[in-house]
C-alpha cells in the first residue's frame, strides 16, 4: 500500500464497527486498488472514544469514524446530522444528504469549524424508544419516569417530564435490573438485542422518537488527505456514499429480524400515543430553535433541514408505505 | 518499522521498573518516548486523552470513597472491634481471621467493580489485625491480594460490561456464569487458609493467652462491635443490591455512614478524621496514575503497530479448536500484566470470538474463562496490580518478597479454578441456562 | 534549600485541598440518594460534580503522593543499590518521567485557555457545566507533579554528586 492509516472510532464493537467500519476500509482499499490501506482501531484504544475529531485533527490518526454528536460539548451543530429527535428517517437523511443540500452544508462545517475532511460513511436506523420496566404510552405515564438517557434528548425528556438520570453507560445494565433506573434507551433493535436489555425490562416502547435516523462519518486528517491522488481522494469519498448505501441494507434488514424476535419474545411491544409523539416534536422544535438563536451554523442547518422535511409531507401521498403491501 | 517499537515498549518497561523507578512514572515515561518516536508532537494528546477518560470517569468515583471507608474504620479503632468480635467466636477455627478476610472480600466484589478499591478497603480493614495476630506475612499479603481480585469475576463488574456485546453475549448470562467460578475461588481461597493454619500453624497463630470469656460477654461484645459494623457493611451493600443506589452512591452512604459510627463509638477525633482524609487523597492519586499509566502506556503500543502485530500472531499461528483457544488464552495472560483489561478484552476478543465459535465453543463459557485467566494475570507477578495495590496501604514490614511469595499458593488456586472451569463447563453454563429468559 | 522547601510545601497544600474535597464528594452523592428517595426527583448535577470532585482529588494530590513517597515501586533490587545507584535511576527516570509531565502541563494549560475561550461545556448532562474549572484543577495538578519532580530531581542529584543518601527534610 501507498499509505497506512490508522483509523480512530468510538465503537467497542457491535455492527457499527464490525460492519460498517470494517466494511469501509475493506472497500477504500478495493477502490484504490489497494493503494491506501486502514487499520480500524475499537474505541478508546488509540485514545479517547469521545475525541476522535481532535485526534484526527492532530494526526494521531489519519481518518476517523465518528458520530457528531459526540462533539456536543464543542458544538452542537452535529446533532442535527447525527440524529435528534427533530431529526430524519434513515431514508429522509439519504435524499436530504445527496440531493437536498444537507451534504454541501456538511462538509463545509467540518471545514470551517473543525478543519477536517469529512462525509458520510454509514447511516443509522430508527432506534427503540425505551426498554423500560414501567408501560409508557401517554405522556403521563412518562411524567417521573426514572430514565437514563444523555445528550439533546436528557435535556428535551426532561422537559417532557421525565426524571433523567444521568449515568455511565457501564452502569446502565446493572441500574434497570436493580431499578435505580426504569428505564433506558440505547439503540437500534439491532444494537439492543446482544446487550439483554430486553430480559430485565418488560416492555419494549417504539417508536423511537428521540432518534428517528442519523449518520455517522468518516473524517480525514487534511495532510493526510493531501497526500492522496484525486482520484484516490474521489474513491475514499465514493467508498462513503457506497458504505451509506450498503449500511442501509445491513441495518435494516438485521433490524427486521431482531425487531421479530422481540416480537415473538415474551416481551410487550408498546406504541407511544399519536398525542405523545406530537408534544415531543413540539418540544424538540422549540429546543433547536433555542440552539439556533445562540449558533448561526444550527441555524443556516437547522432551515435546511426542517425545508427538506416539510418537502418530504409529500412522500406518503403519492408512495404506499414500506410494508403496506403485506398479507 | 512500526511494530518494532511497539515491542521494545516492554523491555524498556521493564528495566525501568525492576530498576525501581515507581511503576505509573515508568508507564508514563515508555508511552511518551514510544508515543513520541511514533507520532511527534500528537503524542501528547493521545496521553492527554487518556486522562480526559481516567479523571471524568464516574465509576472510579468509588475509589476515593471505598479507600476513606477502609481509612476511617481502622483509624477509628472500628475495624478491630469488628475482627475482635468475629474472632471471639471463630478463634476455634483455623487461620480465622484469612477467612474473614476471603469473605469481606467476597462481599465487596459483590458490591462494586472497581478492583482497586475493593482490595485496598479490605486491606486497611484486615492487614493491621492480621499483623497484631501475627499472621505470617506472605499469608497475609496473598489473602488480601487474592480477596481483592475477586471484584473482576464476582459480577457485578465493569469489564463484563464492556465484554458482553463485544463479545455478543448477554450481560446476564455472563454474570450467571460468572457466579458459581467466582464462590469456588472464594471457596478454594478459604480452603487454602485453614489448611495452611491447620498444617503450619506459625503461619496463623491460634489466640490462646487472653482470658476466656464467658457466654454474655461474648454476646455483649458481638452486639456493640460486630452488630453495628456489619449494619453498615449492609447498609452499603443492600442499598445497592436492592437497587436503592449505584455502587458509587453506596460507597458515599457507607462513608457516611462510618462517621456516624465512629461518632456513635466515641472514637471520632478530628486527628482521625484528617488522617483518613489524607490518606485517602494520597492512595487514591496512586492507585489512578496507575490506572491512568496503564491505559497511556497501552494506547500507544496498540498504536505503534502492537495491535497490528498481536493480532497477526494469532492469525499466522494457524491454529484450530483447542489450541487456537490455549492460544488466545495465553495472550490474554500475557496482554493482562502491563496493559488495562478493557483495553485487552476491547483488542482480544473481537478476534476471539469467531475463531472460538467457528469451534463449537460456548461463548458464554469462553468469555468466563478468558475472565478467569485475566483476573489470574492480575495477581501474577511480576507485574501484577494487585500487588502493587496491596503494596501502597501496608506499613513497610511487609516487603515486596512477602507479597511475591504470598500471591503464588493463590495463583495456584486461580489455576485450579481455571482447570475446573475447562474439565466442568456446567459450572459456568448450568445457571445462565436455569436463567435463562426473562428476570421480570 | 529554600526551594525545594517551597516545593514541597506547594505539594502539601496541593494535598490538602484534595483530602479536603473528598468530603463534598461524600456529601454530594449521599444529596443525590436523599433528593431522589426523598424529595422524589434525581438531581441534575451530582453525576457530574461527583466525577469532577474524584478527578481533582486524583489530579490535585498527585505531586504531595510523590512527595510522601505513596508511589508504589518494586525495589527488590533498589533496596540494595548505593545511594549512588539509587541516584542514577532516580535521575534518569525523572528526567524523563518530568520531561512529560512538563510537556503535559504546558499542554494542559493551553487546554484550560481554549476551553475557556470556547467556552466549550461537557456535554455529558442536561446540566453541560463549562469544561476550563476541571481542566484547571488537573493543570494544577501536573503542575505540582512537575514541580515535586523537580525537587525529587535536586535531591537525587544532590545525591549523586556527594555519594550520601538525602538526609533530612529538605
Ligand atoms: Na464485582
Ligand atoms: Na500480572
Known amino acids: ?327 | 518499522m512500526t511494530s518494532y517499537v511497539a515491542f521494545l515498549m516492554f523491555p524498556a518497561l521493564l528495566i525501568l521498573i525492576l530498576a525501581g523507578f515507581p511503576i505509573a512514572f515508568s508507564m508514563i515515561s515508555v508511552a511518551l518516548v514510544a508515543g513520541y518516536l511514533q507520532f511527534g508532537d500528537g503524542v501528547i494528546f493521545q496521553l492527554l486523552s487518556k486522562m480526559d477518560d481516567v479523571a471524568t470517569n464516574s465509576v472510579l468515583a468509588a475509589v476515593p470513597l471505598f479507600i476513606f471507608i477502609g481509612a476511617m474504620l481502622e483509624r477509628s479503632g472500628i475495624a478491630e472491634r469488628l475482627f475482635d468480635a468475629v474472632h471471639v467466636w471463630t478463634r476455634r477455627v483455623p487461620g480465622s481471621l484469612g477467612v474473614s478476610a476471603v469473605l469481606l472480600g467476597t462481599i465487596f466484589a459483590a458490591a462494586s467493580g472497581v478492583v482497586g478499591a475493593t482490595e485496598t478497603v479490605i486491606g486497611m480493614l484486615a492487614v493491621p489485625i492480621m499483623l497484631k495476630h501475627a499472621y505470617d506475612k506472605s499469608l497475609i499479603s496473598g489473602t488480601i491480594c487474592a480477596s481483592g481480585s475477586l471484584g473482576t469475576v464476582i459480577p457485578p463488574s465493569i469489564t463484563v460490561i464492556v465484554l458482553a456485546p463485544v463479545a455478543n453475549v448477554s450481560v446476564g448470562d455472563l454474570f450467571a456464569g460468572l457466579l458459581f467460578p467466582g464462590l469456588v475461588m472464594a471457596a478454594l481461597f478459604i480452603a487454602y487458609v485453614v489448611g495452611i493454619a491447620m498444617l503450619k500453624p506459625a503461619f496463623a497463630p491460634r489466640e490462646e493467652e487472653t482470658p476466656v470469656l464467658s457466654i454474655s460477654q461474648k454476646i455483649r461484645m458481638t452486639v456493640f462491635a460486630l452488630v453495628p459494623t456489619m449494619a453498615l457493611i449492609f447498609t452499603v451493600l443492600g442499598t445497592i443490591l436492592l437497587g436503592i443506589a449505584t455502587p458509587t452512591e453506596a460507597a458515599a452512604c457507607g462513608a457516611a455512614g462510618t462517621l456516624i459510627l465512629s461518632l456513635a463509638y466515641r472514637t471520632f477525633t478530628w486527628g482521625i478524621l484528617w488522617n483518613a482524609l489524607r490518606r485517602t487523597a494520597s492512595i487514591t492519586a496512586m492507585i489512578l496514575l496507575i490506572v491512568l499509566g496503564g491505559n497511556m502506556f497501552a494506547g500507544v503500543f496498540f498504536a505503534s503497530g502492537g495491535m497490528d502485530s498481536v493480532q497477526s500472531l494469532l492469525s499466522t499461528l494457524g491454529l484450530s479448536g483447542a489450541g487456537a483457544v490455549t492460544a488466545i488464552l495465553v495472550l490474554a495472560f500475557l496482554a493482562g500484566f502491563v496493559l488495562d483489561l478493557i483495553s485487552v478484552v476491547l483488542i482480544l476478543i473481537p478476534l476471539a470470538m469467531p475463531i472460538v465459535t467457528g469451534y463449537g465453543v460456548d461463548p458464554v463459557w469462553f468469555a468466563v474463562t478468558f475472565l478467569v485467566v485475566l483476573q489470574t494475570s492480575y495477581l501474577t507477578p511480576p507485574m501484577a496490580p494487585s500487588i502493587f495495590y496491596l503494596r501502597a496501604i501496608t506499613p513497610p514490614e511487609i516487603t515486596l518478597r512477602h507479597m511475591y511469595r504470598g500471591v503464588l499458593p493463590f495463583i495456584g488456586m486461580q489455576l485450579v479454578t481455571l482447570v475446573l472451569v475447562i474439565l466442568f463447563p456446567g459450572l459456568v453454563l448450568w445457571l445462565p441456562e436455569q436463567m435463562s429468559g426473562p428476570s421480570w | 534549600m529554600f526551594i525545594l522547601k517551597m516545593a514541597e510545601r506547594m505539594s502539601d497544600i496541593a494535598g490538602v485541598i484534595a483530602a479536603l474535597l473528598t468530603i463534598p464528594l461524600i456529601a454530594s452523592l449521599v444529596y443525590e440518594v436523599f433528593s431522589r428517595y426523598v424529595l422524589g426527583s434525581p438531581t441534575y448535577w451530582v453525576y457530574e460534580v461527583s466525577y469532577m470532585l474524584m478527578g481533582s482529588i486524583f489530579a490535585l494530590a498527585m505531586g504531595y503522593a510523590l512527595k510522601i513517597k505513596q508511589h508504589v515501586s518494586v525495589d527488590l533490587i533498589y533496596a540494595r543499590l548505593s545511594a549512588r545507584s539509587k541516584a542514577v535511576v532516580d535521575v534518569i527516570g525523572y528526567c524523563a518521567f518530568g520531561f512529560a509531565v512538563w510537556w503535559m502541563t504546558i499542554e494542559l494549560f493551553a487546554s484550560v485557555i481554549n476551553a475557556y475561550q470556547n467556552g466549550e461545556v461537557t456535554g455529558k448532562s442536561a446540566w453541560s457545566p463549562v469544561v476550563w474549572p476541571v481542566y484547571t484543577t488537573w493543570f494544577l495538578g501536573f503542575f505540582m507533579l512537575g514541580v515535586q519532580v523537580i525537587a525529587e530531581l535536586i535531591k537525587a542529584t544532590a545525591t549523586l554528586i556527594s555519594g550520601k543518601a538525602w538526609e533530612g527534610n529538605a
Open chain 1, 1 to 327: 500500500a501507498d499509505v497506512n492509516w490508522k483509523m480512530a472510532t468510538p465503537w467497542s464493537g457491535g455492527p457499527w464497527l464490525e460492519r460498517d467500519v470494517k466494511g469501509y476500509a475493506k472497500r477504500v482499499a478495493d477502490l484504490t486498488e489497494g493503494r491506501v490501506d486502514i487499520t480500524v482501531y475499537p474505541g478508546g484504544t488509540l485514545y479517547s472514544p469521545l475525541k476522535v475529531t481532535e485526534g484526527v485533527q492532530k494526526g494521531v490518526a489519519e481518518i476517523g469514524n465518528n458520530w457528531m454528536g459526540y462533539d456536543w460539548g464543542i458544538d452542537k451543530t452535529g446533532v442535527l446530522f447525527a440524529g435528534y429527535a427533530g431529526g430524519l428517517t434513515p431514508e429522509g437523511y439519504m435524499l436530504w444528504m445527496y440531493k437536498g443540500g444537507g451534504l454541501e452544508l456538511w462538509q463545509q462545517w467540518r471545514q470551517e469549524e473543525f478543519d477536517v475532511i469529512s462525509y458520510p460513511c454509514a447511516i443509522l436506523g430508527t432506534d427503540i424508544f425505551l426498554h423500560s420496566t414501567k408501560r409508557i404510552q401517554t405522556l403521563e405515564d412518562f411524567q417521573g419516569l426514572k430514565l437514563r438517557t444523555a445528550g439533546a434528548w436528557a435535556d428535551i425528556a426532561s422537559r417532557l417530564g421525565a426524571s433523567t438520570v444521568v449515568m455511565s453507560g457501564g452502569e446502565v445494565y446493572s441500574a434497570l435490573e436493580r431499578g435505580i433506573i426504569q428505564a433506558a434507551e440505547l439503540g437500534t433493535p439491532e444494537i439492543n438485542l446482544p446487550t439483554g436489555l430486553q430480559d430485565i425490562a418488560q416492555y419494549v416502547i417504539v417508536p423511537g422518537i428521540q432518534n428517528p435516523g442519523g449518520l455517522l462519518e468518516c473524517q480525514v486528517n487534511k495532510e493526510a488527505w493531501s497526500e492522496l491522488s484525486e482520484h484516490d481522494q474521489k474513491m475514499l469519498k465514493l467508498a462513503g456514499k457506497l458504505s451509506v448505501f450498503e449500511s442501509w441494507l445491513d441495518s435494516s434488514a438485521a433490524d427486521l429480524d431482531a425487531f421479530r424476535e422481540l416480537q415473538e419474545g415474551p416481551n410487550e411491544i408498546v406504541e407511544l400515543e399519536q398525542s405523545f409523539i406530537d408534544e415531543a416534536a413540539r418540544v424538540t422544535r422549540e429546543w433547536a430553535e433555542e440552539q439556533a438563536t445562540a449558533d448561526p451554523w444550527f441555524k443556516e442547518v437547522l432551515e435546511s433541514q426542517t425545508d427538506f422535511k416539510n418537502k418530504l409531507k409529500t412522500w406518503s401521498e403519492y408512495r404506499l408505505p414500506i410494508g403496506s403491501l403485506a398479507d
